[in-house]
């Protein structure tokens, strides 16, 4: 049983007919082959936010990072919860103020009222409802080096322990796990 036409359908039927009875004679169209464009002759689309997550809240001009790196700083943002800020102070860490970043820093929260001229973001909320802030701070970039070369020396001792099947954790050399687990490092 043939499909039902659509009242586009049928209109056209009807149009090639009364042409045929005419004497018109009309060619079918061909369907026309599909046009490929360059990269360069498409129009630019402009830059939409994708609000999947995926798009840095907590951002700091490109500029600002670029001249804190040719200063020798390593930029950081830490979260204020317990105990963390004091942390990164206590290595070496430092505020970074408002006068040092030459650009609007998006998310900074004003009226730092209590914190002098610190760049602090809401970054969420605590367990008590209450506002989460976090602080951006720096520290020179050598010993950023150096603090990540002392993590990936414990790191390489875990590894190496895995490796061999010994637990790390433990000093009783009987404690071993081998369930004919190989790893190939590149």
Same mark, same amino acid.
């Given at each position: 049983?043939?499909?039902a036409?659509?009242?586009?359908?049928?209109?056209?039927?009807?149009?090639? /007919?009364?042409?045929?009875?005419?004497?018109?004679v009309?060619?079918?169209?061909?369907s026309?082959r599909? @046009?490929?464009?360059?990269?360069?002759?498409?129009?630019?689309?402009?830059?939409r936010?994708?609000f999947?997550?995926?798009r840095?809240?907590l /951002?700091?001009s490109?500029?600002?990072? +670029?001249?804190?790196?040719?200063a020798?700083?390593?930029?950081?943002?830490?979260?204020?919860?317990?105990?963390?800020?004091e942390?990164?102070? +206590?290595?070496?860490w430092?505020f970074?103020e408002?006068?040092?970043?030459?650009?609007?820093?998006?998310?900074?929260v004003?009226?730092?009222?209590?914190?002098?001229?610190?760049?602090r973001?809401?970054?969420? @909320?605590?367990?008590?409802?209450?506002?989460?802030f976090? !602080?951006?701070?720096k520290?020179?970039?050598?010993? !950023?080096?150096?603090n @990540? +070369?002392?993590? @990936?020396?414990k790191?390489?001792?875990?590894?190496?322990?895995?490796?061999?099947?010994?637990?790390?954790?433990?000093?009783n050399?009987?404690?071993? !796990?081998?369930a004919?687990?190989?790893?190939?490092?590149?």
């Open positions: 049983m043939p499909k036409l659509t009242p586009i359908e049928k209109a056209a039927r009807v149009t090639e /007919k009364k042409n045929i009875e005419r004497g018109d009309v060619e079918k169209e061909k026309p599909p @046009q490929i464009r360059k990269a360069s002759d498409r129009p630019v689309k402009e830059s936010g994708v999947n997550g995926t840095g809240k /951002k700091i490109e500029a600002d990072v +670029q001249n804190f790196a040719e020798g700083w390593t930029l950081h943002i830490f979260n204020d919860i317990t105990g963390r800020i942390e990164a102070l +206590q290595d070496g430092e970074v408002r006068n040092e970043i030459g650009s609007v820093v998006a998310n900074v004003d009226g730092n009222t209590d914190l002098a001229n610190k760049i973001f809401r970054v969420g @909320q605590t367990e008590n409802g209450e506002g989460m976090a !602080y951006l701070m520290l020179p970039t050598v010993s !950023y080096i150096e @990540q +070369q002392k993590l @990936q020396r790191n390489d001792i875990i590894d190496a322990a895995i490796r061999s099947g010994k637990n790390v954790k433990s000093d050399s009987r404690e071993f !796990y081998d004919g687990i190989s790893m190939k490092r590149d």
